[in-house]
């Protein structure tokens, strides 16, 4: 059974956080945890605030199975621009320059390993 989490209005560019995004994608929960506590980069700190609170809604929908034998992997992780705030430099000769304050929505979807090699195995059998 999967959890969702998601995160929205990130004042992050969407470019900037899919790099750190990538670096998690189908990664068993733990190592990921690892990789974003000690990535340097600014949005790792949010996504493994998010990662945590994913975990947390797993636990919630199954509390009859122990974490560390359900083996959670990242099943998917999607990065969506937010809005973007307009804003105005001046520039030479009385012009003006727009600056884009971007921001970005994160959705983080983690599911059993289990659950996974099952859905496969299904898969398989129907494409038979």
């Not at 600056?99 to 983690?110: A, E, P, Y």
Request: positive net charge; without cysteine; hydrophobic residues 40%.
């Amino acid at each position: 059974m999967e959890a969702i989490a998601k995160l929205n209005n990130v004042p992050t560019s969407p470019r900037k956080m899919r790099m750190v995004v990538d670096l998690i994608r189908g990664e068993k929960v733990n190592r990921a945890l690892n990789i974003l506590k000690f990535e340097s980069k600014h949005g790792a700190a949010r996504v493994e605030k998010l990662l945590l609170s994913a975990i947390a809604n797993w636990q919630q929908a199954n509390p009859d199975t122990d974490l560390e034998d359900a083996d959670l992997i990242v099943k998917s992780v999607k990065v969506d621009s937010g809005r973007i705030l307009k804003r105005l430099r001046p520039a030479p000769q009385g012009r003006a320059h727009r600056i884009r304050k971007r921001s970005n929505h994160v959705t983080l979807i983690v599911d059993s390993a289990a659950d996974e090699a099952v859905l496969a195995e299904t898969d398989n059998a129907e494409n038979k």
